[in-house]
């Protein structure tokens, strides 16, 4: 098997686990949780640097406003991500959170095409038509747009548009999108504690390692998908990435109970339609070209 697929396969299997990780941490606060996740993830990401002795891009980068203002763009969404993702799994929505990654690479292909000039291919914007058609029967269900999905999968979407366009690699970007975050968090956190608004208790050395557990839960599964993806096909690649919201899914519904009505099932099928659809297509041009 290319050692690739086992990279990227070992991602994703991580990021769909995530909803066990962070229901753990269900007592502290969500906007807590992403604090603590961005300092130790960067004090993780800063010693992976240090051992590997890739500081070589730093001094450039702090001399170019430009790119350290993308990048300071990039770490909100990520940490608006984060807080969204924590907020859904801490108050039982991960069946949402699933959604918006299902979405997410058909909004992929909307910005190609509205941002990057892209031309999709007539059979992905059916794939797109028919995610929409999904959406939109979820949104009539609830009375309402699926919030947290449509969160999640344009903020996610956004930040690998402009990571896709920035000017570092996928170890370097984070490390300076959390060294960016790192100051507000930490002043955050002391704030917090100031005014007695923190939800984690002093002498709790259990939800502690926890929480510093979240700079190599964050970190190694990016290192082992920028590793994965240097070594396998787009299209591939695309297949891969369903892995992640089908487990979250499968939490969702086996593990933490979360309602789930037939009526829901229809717009679900339908946003799974969409992704076979664009697969199928993916991996049939694909062969075409080769």
């Not at 990780?21 to 640097?49: C, D, I």
């Not at 799974?272 to 993916?282: K, Q, T």
């Amino acid at each position: 098997m290319n050692i690739g697929v086992v990279y990227a396969t070992a991602a994703y299997i991580a990021w769909g686990m995530f909803p066990l990780y962070f229901h753990r941490l269900s007592q502290v606060n969500a906007f807590e949780v992403v604090l603590h996740r961005t300092l130790w993830s960067m004090v993780f990401l800063l010693g992976v640097l240090t051992v590997l002795r890739r500081w070589a891009w730093l001094r450039p980068v702090l001399a170019q406003p430009r790119v350290l203002g993308a990048f300071a763009v990039s770490a909100l969404l990520l940490s608006c991500n984060w807080l969204t993702y924590v907020w859904a799994v801490h108050h039982n929505h991960v069946l949402d959170a699933s959604l918006g990654y299902f979405i997410l690479p058909l909004v992929n292909v909307a910005m190609g095409f509205f941002v990057l000039k892209e031309r999709p291919r007539a059979v992905q914007w059916v794939a797109v038509a028919v995610a929409a058609s999904g959406v939109l029967w979820l949104a009539l269900q609830a009375g309402h747009p699926p919030y947290t999905a449509l969160i999640l999968a344009l903020t996610f979407g956004v930040y690998g548009l402009l990571r896709k366009l920035g000017a570092l690699g996928a170890l370097e970007g984070l490390a300076l999108e959390t060294l960016l975050l790192a100051p507000l968090a930490a002043l955050a956190l002391v704030f917090l504690h100031w005014q007695g608004g923190s939800t984690l208790v002093p002498g709790d050395g259990v939800t502690l390692t926890w929480l510093v557990l979240s700079g190599p839960l964050t970190a190694v599964p990016l290192l082992l998908f920028a590793a994965g993806a240097r070594r396998v096909t787009l299209t591939t690649m695309g297949i891969l990435q369903y892995i992640s919201p089908s487990l979250q899914f499968a939490l969702g519904v086996w593990v933490f109970q979360e309602p789930f009505a037939s009526s829901r099932m229809v717009g679900f099928a339908l946003i799974w339609m969409a992704l076979l659809i664009y697969s199928v297509e993916g991996w049939w041009a694909s062969r075409r070209q080769g």
